[in-house]
């Protein structure tokens, strides 16, 4: 056993709006620049729906991922090391600004500049790449909201694994929208590709990165990525990919997609996984067996033997917590409600999403029956194949059994919950219909629905403070020190935090003397405590999440928080 | 089959331009080579790439690169051959001159046709591409020049000398030269007397590759052939260094100090 830690993400489909906060943030942060005009390290898709790049699913075209070869043996889909360097020259798999999109701008000074003339002015929209007036035709997010499937819906490569009666029945439309960022695989085929050895894997947290020194531009990793998330930046000719926003990371934040979710759909902890087993699990002869496969491969955090094992890999204890607290162990390994996005590309994918319910729930509704009903529920998540079907091109390579099972357990959530929410007796009938207690029910219950920033986002800070501060010399104000004038007089931070340090605000006579503290500083306060303190969340110090299957004592048999409950008077 | 020594040449005897374009230029170019990678390598890792342009075009692209790209590195086993490997070599294995040559020239010529015609190809396609075109920088225009007239003149004095002159036999005189640079007992004189397309030919290729280190060319330095041993994964430790910078001497963490 050769256990290793790695930082995952789950996103919760059912939550997501299609809003793209995500994506904007992301490309703020990260890609705002000239030469990755057209890249997005998040983007939202519509499903069904082509995708960014467009029908990048289909890889019959585009040879990403691995594939077994005819001896069993894992082998990269474009082929071996041999004939990435025989096509060096021209990688005769690489998408083309046409798949992804052409970047424009507009021509805004016309607006400004334009003589006095009879018509308005019009800013035309010109190519970022070719600097010439162009027609907008494409972009990455073109069939949002399933705008103009009628023309382009048929292009959806899943559509063409699923039934026809799927497409027959495409007029009566679900749609649903699918976040996605680099999965930072255990078994990276874009890693895999780089003749350079550019791209690696971090040892310590597992995010995968390009190394933009190494990086010669032979962009095998564009073909090698199954998921088409390593983009080349065509203005200084280096392959760039999401970065799990490490440096936010390693200071215990999530990141930037993450943190500025609306529907707060995404989870981020730890998983502790063993190594050893990647390869037996990439290889597993069943597509159908992949999603199995990649849950043996992580490891129990309760388990002593697998902390012994940590400890001696040089996991530290504070990680070791993390990972136990993490929420998405609990979602992927305890309420077994995530899943891996396409699993069949043999990269042991960790971003995982839990299949959203609500094509389901529409369906029952429409019909005009009572959609918290688990017996509906169930006979809907049984009868309706269309999104069965489809939800299982996407996350267990077809096979429909494992996204019934998870549909079923967030349908029997549902009505389980709806009962203790209307102060009426809990049915312990469905919680066992679907393998689980009521108590893991609500506990599951309170991961998805109620749970607060820090139990999201369990991130134990990377072991480099010290770096951070000196890092962060630059940026703190010199006259920030204790009795400095930098920052208001007598004032202590309100929450003792960070020792009591000074917070601005209060003038030389005392608290309330003087102005008000601008809000910068107090932001930036805030934020600085929360990278420097010691624990992700002051809140929860020192109190781990209890494992639900090991049961709590003391807890009525029925947890009926109040906050959870409308009492009718 | 010698021919005899081609009248029209830069000098006729080693005089000092022949000093100082056979012995002081060779020297000067390859320390600038040596040097300018090291520089290069250490102050601008960033810029080591090959700046491809496939995606703003990959039609001709997918005809002229490999056409080119292979050709020259037919060439450059040819140069291999013809300049580091001494005639005796290859008469101690039984090969005699007339086959070292024929075979030398059917070789060299298709090579040579196939990277004049790939390069013609991506020179058409860098000009006439709007987004190739302005994505080439003033560097890249001059490299252009040069490693066009180096290949150009280099396919000229073969042509030339086989056509007109019934071959010429620079395993006697260019060979021995370029050999005598790295005993560091440089010989002008095997120069001075070469024809004036080899001489030129020569010329091209060193202003080249003083030029090299400073081009886009330095990627061929570091051709991938480590991937065919390396692992597929590399794990990569979190760097140790903490910070973006170096810690200054005398600050370095306790155990992390050589």
């Excluded at chain 2, 003033?138 to 290949?151: E, P």
């Excluded at chain 2, 390396?230 to 370095?252: C, F, K, M, N």
Aim: glycine content about 8%; proline content about 7%; hydrophobic content about 40%.
């Amino acid at each position: 056993m050769r256990v290793m830690a790695q930082m995952a993400m789950v996103m919760n489909l059912d939550k997501c709006i299609g809003c793209h906060t995500c994506s904007v943030t992301c490309k703020q942060a990260w890609t705002n620049r000239t030469g990755v005009e057209y890249v997005w390290f998040n983007n939202v898709e519509t499903r069904p729906g082509q995708g960014y790049p467009r029908r990048y699913e289909d890889q019959d075209t585009w040879e990403g991922g691995w594939k077994l070869n005819r001896r069993g043996r894992l082998t990269l889909k474009a082929g071996g090391r041999f004939k990435k360097l025989i096509g060096i020259f021209a990688n005769p798999r690489l998408p083309s600004f046409d798949d992804y999109y052409e970047p424009w701008t507009y021509d805004y000074e016309t607006l400004t500049n334009a003589p006095l003339q009879e018509h308005t002015p019009v800013a035309r929209p010109k190519s970022l790449i070719s600097g010439k007036d162009m027609k907008i035709s494409w972009s990455a997010n073109w069939d949002d909201s399933l705008g103009g499937s009628a023309a382009t819906g048929e292009q959806d490569v899943l559509l063409r694994e699923v039934s026809e009666k799927i497409k027959l029945e495409f007029e009566q439309t679900f749609l649903f929208f699918l976040p996605r960022i680099c999965e930072h695989c255990l078994n990276p085929s874009c890693a895999a590709s780089c003749p350079s050895g550019a791209i690696y894997k971090r040892e310590e947290d597992g995010i995968v990165l390009v190394d933009q020194d190494r990086c010669r531009g032979w962009r095998m990793c564009v073909t090698g990525c199954p998921y088409k998330k390593v983009y080349f930046n065509h203005r200084t000719g280096k392959a760039e990919k999401c970065t799990f926003c490490f440096p936010r990371v390693e200071v215990g934040l999530p990141t930037v997609c993450s943190e500025t979710c609306v529907g707060r759909l995404r989870y981020i902890g730890l998983v502790l996984y063993d190594a050893d087993r990647v390869l037996d699990a990439a290889s597993t002869p069943d597509d159908t067996g992949l999603y199995e496969a990649q849950r043996e491969v992580f490891l129990d955090p309760h388990d002593p033997q697998v902390i012994a094992e940590a400890e001696k890999a040089g996991i530290p204890r504070d990680w070791i917590d993390a990972a136990q607290r993490s929420p998405i162990h609990a979602l992927i390994n305890t309420y077994k409600v995530a899943l891996p996005l396409h699993p069949e590309y043999r990269t042991l994918p960790m971003v995982w999403y839990i299949p959203p319910l609500s094509p389901v729930l529409d369906a029952v509704r429409d019909t005009g029956h009572d959609a918290e009903s688990h017996h509906n529920l169930f006979a809907a998540v049984d009868a309706l194949r269309i999104p069965v079907d489809y939800l299982a091109q996407l996350f267990t390579a077809g096979d429909p059994a494992p996204v019934d099972a998870v549909l079923r357990r967030l349908a029997a959530m549902r009505s389980y919950m709806r009962d203790i929410n209307l102060g009426r007796e809990p049915n312990d009938t469905i919680p066992k219909s679907v393998g689980m207690s009521g108590e893991q029910i609500y506990d599951m219950y309170r991961l998805l629905a109620l749970a607060k920033y820090d139990e999201r986002y369990v991130i134990p800070p990377a072991h480099a403070e010290q770096a951070h501060k000196l890092e962060e010399l630059a940026t703190e104000c010199s006259l920030d020190y204790e009795g400095g004038p930098g920052m208001g007089g007598a004032g202590r931070s309100p929450s003792g935090k960070g020792g009591g340090r000074r917070v601005g605000g209060s003038g030389p006579f005392g608290e309330a003397s003087g102005g008000a503290a601008p809000i910068a500083v107090e932001n930036y306060r805030a934020l600085h405590d929360r990278q420097t303190s010691d624990t992700p969340s002051p809140h929860r110090q020192g109190q781990p999440r209890q494992p639900p299957q090991l049961g709590r004592q003391g807890l009525p048999t029925r947890p009926l928080p109040t906050q959870a409950v409308r009492r009718r008077p | 089959m010698t021919a005899p020594a081609q009248p029209l040449t830069l000098a006729v005897e080693a005089g000092t331009g022949g000093i100082l374009l056979w012995v002081v230029l060779p020297y000067v170019v390859l320390a600038v080579f040596v040097l300018g990678h090291i520089w290069r390598y250490r102050y601008d890792k960033f810029g080591w790439t090959t700046r491809s342009s496939q995606l703003y075009e990959s039609r001709l692209l997918r005809i002229g690169s490999p056409l080119f790209h292979f050709g020259i590195l037919v060439v450059l086993i040819g140069h291999i051959g013809g300049l580091l490997i001494p005639k005796s070599w290859t008469e101690a294995v039984g090969m005699s001159e007339h086959t070292y040559h024929v075979s030398a020239v059917v070789l060299g010529t298709i090579a040579g046709v196939c990277t004049l015609g790939g390069l013609a190809i991506l020179i058409y396609r860098r000009r006439t591409v709007g987004p190739v075109f302005s994505a080439t920088t003033r560097n890249d225009k001059a490299m252009y020049v040069l490693l066009t007239a180096t290949i150009v003149l280099g396919l000229a004095a073969t042509v030339a000398a086989n056509i007109v002159g019934g071959g010429y036999d620079y395993r006697e005189t260019i060979s021995p030269w370029f050999r005598s640079i790295f005993y560091l007992r440089p010989d002008p004189d095997l120069m001075t007397g070469a024809p004036i397309l080899f001489q030129l030919h020569a010329l091209s290729a060193l202003l080249l590759f003083a030029a090299w280190p400073f081009t886009r060319l330095v990627h061929m330095l570091t051709a991938p052939l480590g991937y065919l041993t390396r692992p597929y994964i590399v794990y990569r430790s979190r760097d140790t260094q903490l910070g973006a910078r170096a810690p200054r001497r005398g600050w370095e963490r306790a155990g992390q100090g050589r």
